[in-house]
């Protein structure tokens, strides 16, 4: 059980490159989200899913995209990178969203876009 | 939109002091979350506050959930250097789906 598996740790982007970050989780969990994380922004949401096919708007949801054609995995896409989203990008599950359970996060991965 | 207001956003203690962050909301909550975020690492869940009034412990970590369920408090007493991180509070307010997160605490410790 590797609970939520994020690809790659480090990027290194140029401004207008685009590039995919996966994120998979083998729990079975009905919910996973993207945020990301900034110096004193706390942690903000991109998109998120409640289940396979679904997906929606987080805070940040400009300039990203998100599929889920399957429980378990949820790529989030830079169309056009920018410096702008230099950031620590954090994927997150949890079993359900009826249940209030807690979130699981992956270990982050680091984009730097020059 | 819900908003989340965490404050202090850093908190320097001497070792075994206490201190409190606290964390208010716009909206009234369905429930409230706890994390950890050591340095370098990824946010970790603490716990789950669900009830008006509630008030949960763990070891020297005292959390409580507001009477009107918008504002939450985490007290941490005879503080270690094991605690030294970011702690942050997640919101999700009534019928929505989505978990917003505040600014976070971030704690160092003086030995």
């Known amino acids: 059980n590797a609970g939520v598996t994020q690809t790659p740790k480090f990027q290194v982007l140029k401004t207008g490159q685009s590039m995919t970050l996966q994120c998979a989780q083998d729990?079975?969990?009905?919910?996973m989200s993207w945020y990301r994380q900034d110096p004193g922004m706390g942690l903000r949401l991109i998109h998120y899913?409640?289940?396979?096919?679904?997906?929606d708007q987080g805070e940040v949801p400009n300039g990203y995209n998100v599929s889920r054609s399957t429980t378990e995995d949820f790529p989030l896409r830079l169309l056009s990178a920018a410096p702008s989203q230099t950031s620590v990008y954090f994927c997150?599950?949890?079993?359900?969203?009826?249940?209030?359970?807690?979130?699981?996060f992956g270990n982050g991965t680091r984009l730097t876009v020059t | 939109g819900q908003q989340v207001m965490q404050i202090p956003q850093y908190q320097h203690v001497q070792e075994g002091e206490d201190f409190t962050t606290y964390c208010n909301s716009s909206t009234t909550l369905s429930n409230i979350q706890w994390y950890k975020q050591r340095p370098g690492g990824h946010p970790v869940f603490l716990i789950q506050l669900v009830k008006s009034g509630e008030v949960k412990k763990q070891k020297r970590l005292t959390f409580q959930f507001g009477e009107a369920k918008k504002n939450s408090s985490l007290h941490i007493t005879a503080t270690q250097t094991t605690d030294v991180g970011t702690y942050f509070c997640?919101?999700?307010?009534?019928?929505?789906?989505?978990?917003?997160f505040g600014a976070g605490t971030t704690v160092t410790v003086r030995a």
């Open positions: 997640a919101a999700r307010p009534v019928n929505d789906y989505k978990l917003s």
């Open positions: 899913s409640v289940g396979a096919g679904i997906t």
């Open positions: 729990m079975n969990h009905e919910y």
């Open positions: 997150a599950s949890s079993y359900s969203t009826r249940t209030n359970s807690p979130l699981h």
